[in-house]
C-alpha cells in the first residue's frame, strides 16, 4: 500500500492505532513496517506506542490538546491546573495538560508537548463533562468545582489548614464566582476527608 492510498482510509480518523492498522491490511506487519517508514519521512507523526496521527501537512482537521489528552490514557478527563486554566481560575498559563485517570499516574511527551496524568480512586472519578474543540471533537473536562477539587486533593499535604491565604497567594485562584458553592460543598463530602470539606468552608 503506497502512502496516498493509506491517507484516503485513515484521513476520517483523527487518531488511529494498531487495531485500524489490522484492520486495513492483509498483512498488518508490512503495514507497521511502512508506518515507521512514513514515520521517518514525517508523513506520521508518532503520540505514544501503537498510537498515530497524521502530519499537519497531511491532515484535513487540526488536534487541539484536550482531545488528544482523552485519548492518550483513556479512561481520563481533563482537571487539574488545565481545567483551572480553561476555565480561567488561576491566571497561569499551564505548560503541560494535566488530567486524572483511575489507571496508574503517567506522563506522555510527543510533538503536542506533555501531557500529565494522576491516579484518583474510583470513586473519585465523576464531576466532569463533556465540552466540543475549536475542530469539532469532543473531549472530557472537570467541572469547574471539580477540577479544584481534585488540585486540592492532591495537594492537600500543601495546603495549611483554613488557608485562604493560600487560594490568594499560592493557588492565584481568580474568578471564584463562577464556583457554585452549593455543588462544591457537595462534591467535596464525596472525597471524605474534614480537612477538604473546611477548606471549602474558606473559599
Known amino acids: 500500500m503506497n502512502f496516498r492510498s493509506f491517507k484516503e482510509k485513515v ?9 485500524l492498522l489490522d484492520m486495513l491490511s492483509s498483512s498488518p506487519q508490512a503495514l507497521r513496517n511502512q508506518i515507521n517508514r512514513w514515520k521517518k519521512m514525517g508523513l506520521i507523526t508518532n503520540l505514544k506506542r ?4 497524521l502530519a499537519l501537512a497531511e491532515r484535513s482537521t487540526g488536534l487541539s490538546k484536550y482531545f488528544l489528552a482523552n485519548n492518550l490514557y483513556p479512561p481520563s478527563y481533563i482537571s487539574l491546573e488545565s ?3 480553561y476555565y480561567k481560575l488561576i491566571p497561569e498559563k ?3 495538560l494535566t488530567s486524572v485517570t483511575p489507571r496508574k499516574t503517567k506522563t506522555f511527551k510527543n510533538e ?45 499535604g500543601a495546603v495549611k489548614e483554613n488557608s485562604k491565604d493560600y487560594f490568594k497567594a499560592s493557588l492565584r485562584l481568580q ?6 458553592k452549593n455543588k462544591i460543598r ?7 476527608i474534614s480537612k477538604l470539606n473546611r477548606l471549602v468552608e474558606s473559599l
Open 112 to 156: 503536542f508537548g506533555v501531557f500529565s496524568y494522576k491516579k484518583l480512586k474510583t470513586n473519585l472519578i465523576f464531576g466532569f463533562h463533556e465540552e466540543t474543540d475549536e475542530f469539532g471533537f469532543k473531549f472530557m473536562i472537570a467541572d469547574p468545582e471539580k477540577s479544584l477539587l481534585d488540585y486540592l486533593y492532591l495537594n492537600l
Open 175 to 180: 474568578n471564584r464566582g463562577q464556583l457554585d
Open 94 to 96: 499551564v505548560i503541560s
Open 11 to 19: 484521513k476520517k480518523y483523527p487518531l488511529f492505532g494498531s487495531d
Open 186 to 192: 457537595r462534591y467535596a463530602r464525596h472525597f471524605g
Open 83 to 85: 481545567a483551572l486554566s
Open 50 to 53: 501503537g498510537l498515530y496521527a
